[in-house]
């Protein structure tokens, strides 16, 4: 029998019994290749590194450039010890009022008995409640600016300073509040940084002041306080020299 040309040239060519692969003893390196790894975000994650533009879905990486990864439904965010103990429980009211703050009772007690009279006067068949407008509240630091509002009538009252301010009438704009003052003093007397005293008002249930308004208020207080230690070294200089 006659073999074509195509299995006369196998034959010849291909692999035969008993012989020895020419592979033999080598390893094959296979690429490899990476599983992938789907992460849901957490939701206050998901809200800063993915924006929306023209109902287009754009992932920010850590360095802000945009990414071609598909971003994932977010996850609830996780609750920790400070979440379970700081909860306000009642859904109908702003979280900002089950918080702790610090206030000048004085300042409190005109804040309210003003607001009643006022509100007695110009509404006097309203049955309604005066609580914190705590949506609209101004806060600097540790300071806090409030006004009361009516439940069920349209009352607000006028804004009150619930602290007291720092005697300044050198420097133009708003005073320096004497409670942040009084923070920056203690700090620089103990090794509590502001990032730890951060941490113990968010432990605590109090709204911690900005870190870095609390810096620039640190280095104020600092140059303050530099400046009465070289002047009294001056003067315990000059009491000495004869």
Not at 103 to 127: G, I, T, W
Request: positive net charge; glycine residues 4%.
């Amino acid at each position: 029998m006659r073999l074509s040309k195509r299995k006369a040239h196998l034959r010849k060519a291909g692999f035969k019994k008993g012989t020895a692969s020419p592979k033999k003893g080598q390893t094959v390196a296979f690429p490899t290749v990476s599983d992938n790894k789907y992460v849901r975000l957490e939701k206050k994650a998901f809200e800063s590194r993915v924006h929306t533009s023209n109902n287009v879905l754009t992932f920010k990486d850590t360095d802000g450039t945009d990414t071609t990864v598909s971003a994932l439904r977010p996850r609830p965010n996780a609750s920790n010890v400070v979440d379970e103990y700081s909860g306000c429980g009642d859904e109908s009211l702003h979280p900002d009022v089950c918080t702790y703050k610090l206030m000048v009772q004085a300042k409190v007690q005109a804040l309210f008995n003003s607001a009643f009279k006022k509100h007695r006067h110009d509404k006097p068949n309203c049955e309604g409640d005066l609580n914190f407008d705590a949506a609209n509240s101004v806060r600097w630091g540790l300071r806090w600016r409030k006004r009361l509002k009516c439940t069920k009538c349209s009352y607000m009252s006028d804004y009150h300073n619930l602290y007291e301010e720092v005697e300044n009438r050198k420097s133009p704009g708003r005073r320096a509040a004497k409670v942040n003052i009084g923070l920056q003093l203690g700090l620089w007397t103990t090794p509590i940084s502001n990032t730890g005293v951060r941490r113990i008002f968010n432990n605590a249930n109090i709204i911690a002041p900005n870190q870095a308004a609390m810096q620039r208020l640190s280095n104020k207080v600092n140059e303050k306080i530099q400046s009465v230690n070289i002047r009294d070294m001056h003067e315990l200089l000059l009491k000495k020299m004869p």
